[in-house]
């Protein structure tokens, strides 16, 4: 299918990823970030080099071992970390403002964390970003019964989309929203006619992933789980 056949909205979109110092979408902090734009067949049409904060704490090892990010590496060559955020925020608020869809894999991850980190630095977060597009979660809606893990690697692989780096944010967020757009081209007669109703449609969505999830962690593993709802950004769960 060519990208002639996408609603107009899809012609060009933004695609963010972060890599971070944990999983806590609390207090983790963000070690590097990409935001680039892409066409509709996934040409980078508007490059930026990928941030390199120092997050100004030790990156664990654990954390290391994923993005290749040295506590050493990111104190020898990261930037200030709040003049990385600010940046951060003000290429996504550029982005929104011209009406892109800004595309993350997993989005309650990356702005969950951008919008705590905001907020630590005293800095005005993004606290409703929008339009989002998060292939994750339109993915396991328009594909629900299709086995398999939904990991990145995995499902770029299932679209032949190529992820030769994965882990850097660069590579990641650009597979990302290549995978976006496969996703997109897959299902072109699902989309709605704006990014503000993919957006909406996928809060819904979102919520019904996560209920579902809930329901098998408390059936199945633990049965005091309590699932952290919201999206694009999280919120702490209702104790």
Same mark, same amino acid.
């Given at each position: 299918?060519?990208?002639?056949?996408? *609603?107009?909205w899809?012609?060009r979109?933004?695609?963010?990823?972060t890599?971070?110092?944990?999983?806590?979408?609390?207090?983790?902090? %963000?070690?590097?970030a990409? %935001?680039?734009?892409?066409d509709?067949?996934?040409?980078v049409?508007?490059?930026?080099?990928? =941030?390199?904060?120092?997050?100004?704490?030790?990156i664990?090892? /654990?954390?290391?071992?994923v993005? @290749?990010i040295?506590?050493?590496?990111?104190?020898?060559?990261g930037?200030?970390?709040?003049?990385v955020?600010s940046?951060?925020?003000?290429?996504m608020?550029?982005?929104?403002?011209?009406g892109?869809p /800004?595309?993350?894999?997993n989005?309650?991850?990356?702005?969950?964390?951008?919008y705590h980190?905001?907020?630590?630095? @005293?800095l005005? *977060?993004?606290?409703e970003p929008m339009p989002v597009?998060?292939?994750l979660? /339109?993915d396991?809606?328009?594909?629900?019964?299709r086995?398999g893990?939904?990991?990145l690697e995995?499902?770029?692989e299932?679209?032949?989309?190529?992820?030769?780096?994965?882990?850097?944010?660069?590579a990641?967020?650009?597979?990302?929203?290549?995978? @976006?757009?496969?996703i997109?081209?897959?299902?072109?007669?699902?989309l709605?006619?704006?990014a503000?109703?993919?957006?909406?449609?996928q %809060?819904?969505?979102?919520?019904?992933?996560?209920?579902?999830f809930?329901?098998?962690m408390i059936?199945?593993v633990?049965?005091n789980?309590k699932a952290?709802?919201g =999206?694009?950004?999280?919120?702490?769960?209702?104790?």
């Open positions: 299918m060519n990208s002639q056949a996408l *609603p107009e899809a012609n979109i933004a695609v963010f990823d890599e971070t110092t944990g999983l806590d979408l609390k207090t983790s902090r %963000i070690v590097t990409t %935001i680039v734009e892409l509709a067949d996934g040409n049409v508007v490059d930026r080099p990928e =941030w390199l904060a120092d997050p100004e704490i030790e664990p090892e /654990v954390a290391s071992n993005h @290749g040295t506590t050493e590496m990111a104190r020898a060559e930037r200030n970390y709040k003049e955020i940046e951060i925020l003000d290429v608020r550029d982005c929104f403002a011209r892109i /800004v595309v993350a894999y989005a309650p991850y990356d702005f969950t964390i951008l980190q905001a907020i630590a630095l @005293g005005e *977060p993004i606290a597009f998060d292939p979660v /339109v396991k809606t328009f594909d629900k019964f086995k893990k939904r990991k995995i499902v770029a299932f679209y032949q989309v190529a992820l030769d780096d994965a882990h850097n944010s660069k990641d967020a650009i597979a990302a929203g290549r995978v @976006g757009l496969a997109m081209k897959a299902h072109v007669d699902k709605p006619a704006s503000a109703e993919l957006h909406n449609s %809060i819904g969505w979102a919520k019904e992933i996560d209920e579902s809930a329901k098998w059936n199945n633990d049965k789980f952290s709802p =999206w694009p950004i999280k919120h702490e769960s209702q104790a």
